[in-house]
Structure formats: C-alpha cells, structure tokens
Nanobody
Framework: QVQLVESGGGSVQAGGSLTLSCAASGYMRTSYCMGWFRQTPGKEREGVAAIDSDGRITYADSVKGRFSISRDSAKNTLYLKMISLKPEDTAMYYC?????????????????WGQGTLVTVSS
C-alpha cells in the first residue's frame, strides 16, 4: 500500500506562484501513473495534470502554460509547479496514483490519494 502526502499549499495573490509536492512512501509498483487533482466545495474533483508510466504528460486546458508537473523517481516525489495563479485556481489540491494502466487524468479508479493541500489565490 502506498501513502501519499502533499505539501506546499498556501495563500498567494493573483499572479503569484506555488510549487506543490507529493511524497510517496510504502510499496511502489514499477508501473504507475500519478496525477494532480483539485476540488472546491460543491464541485466534482477535476484533473489538473497527469504523468503516465511512460512519462507522457497531460494538462487540463485551464492550466496549460501555467502549471508544470514533474516526477522525481529517485525521491518518489511528484511536483506541481504553478505560476500566474488566478483566483479560480483556489481549491484543495490532491495527488493520486494509479496502477495497471489506470488513467490518472480521471479521478475514478485510482489506487491511492493524499489528504490534500489547500491553495488560496486572492485577487
């Protein structure tokens, strides 16, 4: 069982930047995808960025050009660098992992989730 712990959230003004980290521990399978999701009250969890087991990266249209996902396999850590933040980026951000060909662009069916880290962007 893998455990995921996010960090790096906080409060910033619009136009600012933050980098989120997701540290993974426990048993890590050799083939897995990882992704970042976000959720605001009353809304479904939405995919923000994902990296599959072959290193292919995808982004939600709303964050393209502003967010960058990366993974340090040696440190078992996933990152999300966010620049030019907007008030609409305010949300709880979660990282997740999926095995066996799971699609980390969608929330359903993923195998592990972190507890979330809050990002607040003020105008």
């Amino acid at each position: 069982q893998v455990q995921l712990v996010e960090s790096g959230g906080g409060s910033v003004q619009a136009g600012g930047s933050l980098t989120l980290s997701c540290a993974a521990s426990g048993y890590m399978r050799t083939s897995y995808c990882m992704g970042w999701f976000r959720q605001t009250p009353g809304k479904e969890r939405e995919g923000v960025a994902a990296i599959d087991s072959d290193g292919r990266i995808t982004y939600a249209d709303s964050v393209k050009g502003r967010f960058s996902i990366s993974r340090d396999s040696a440190k078992n850590t996933l990152y999300l660098k966010m620049i030019s933040l907007k008030p609409e980026d305010t949300a709880m951000y979660y990282c997740a992992a999926g095995y066996g060909g799971t699609d980390c662009r969608v929330a359903n069916g993923l195998d592990a989730w972190g507890q979330g880290t809050l990002v607040t962007v003020s105008s």
